[in-house]
T-cell receptor, first 108, second 114 residues
Framework: GIQVEQSPPDLILQEGANSTLRCNFS?????LQWFHQNPWGQLINLFY???GTKQNGRLSATTVATERYSLLYISSSQTTDSGVYFC??????????FGKGTSLLVTP | DSGVTQTPKHLITATGQRVTLRCSPR?????VYWYQQSLDQGLQFLIQ???????AKGNILERFSAQQFPDLHSELNLSSLELGDSALYFC?????????????FGAGTRLSVL
């Protein structure tokens, strides 16, 4: 199946800092989603972005499908941004294949 | 709120027992997916139903089964439970049949097998 690699695996930031999370995938995709898993375990949809660029407040994402990667930008980070960020992809199949995630801790 | 409802939120049971997890998809969504999140395996796909029919299978054990009912809610049945089945089980739903649309995830059911 399609392989998904996320980097970095862990990230510690001070409040107010910016960060970039990366997702590489091994094949063409027709679905790419970014999720935030909060400390209570909930998976929150951030972006549906199989290609192109989207922005939502302090978060933005870019997927370059031809080069098989996606980036999630977090600006002016807040402590509530802490948690695990997952990239998940599908390539004409049915299921989402998840990466192992980037664990983010934002300190005051 | 994603619109996907999962019950119960938490489940504690013993080895060898059987449990049923329930999922109600978002209004209008015909596909339901089940995923398992464990510490050692990460998030992995178990099974998908579309409009009552099984559409795809992932790493689902033979001790596990699922179905989707005419009202489109789905149930995941886990039997002969083992300690290693302790995990967070997510249900997701989407409008279409294939993976090209947004999947919305429920809050999950946390299963603890003691």
């Amino acid at each position: 199946g399609i392989q998904v690699e996320q980097s970095p695996p862990d990230l510690i930031l001070q409040e107010g800092a910016n960060s970039t999370l990366r997702c590489n995938f091994s094949d063409s995709v027709n679905n790419l989603q970014w999720f935030h898993q909060n400390p209570w375990g909930q998976l929150i949809n951030l972006f549906y972005i199989p290609s192109g660029t989207k922005q939502n407040g302090r978060l933005s994402a870019t997927t370059v499908a031809t080069e098989r990667y996606s980036l999630l930008y977090i600006s002016s980070s807040q402590t509530t941004d802490s948690g695990v960020y997952f990239c998940a992809v599908s390539n004409s199949g049915y299921a989402l294949n998840f990466g192992k995630g980037t664990s983010l801790l934002v300190t005051p | 709120d994603s619109g996907v409802t999962q019950t119960p939120k938490h489940l504690i049971t013993a080895t060898g027992q059987r449990v049923t997890l329930r999922c109600s998809p978002r209004s209008g969504d015909l596909s339901v997916y089940w995923y398992q999140q464990s510490l050692d395996q990460g998030l992995q796909f178990l099974i998908q139903y579309y409009n009552g029919e099984e559409r795809a299978k992932g790493n689902i054990l033979e001790r596990f089964s699922a179905q989707q009912f005419p009202d489109l809610h789905s149930e995941l049945n886990l039997s002969s439970l083992e300690l290693g089945d302790s995990a967070l089980y997510f249900c997701a739903s989407s409008v279409g049949e294939t993976g090209g649309g947004i999947q919305y995830f429920g809050a999950g059911t946390r299963l603890s097998v003691l």
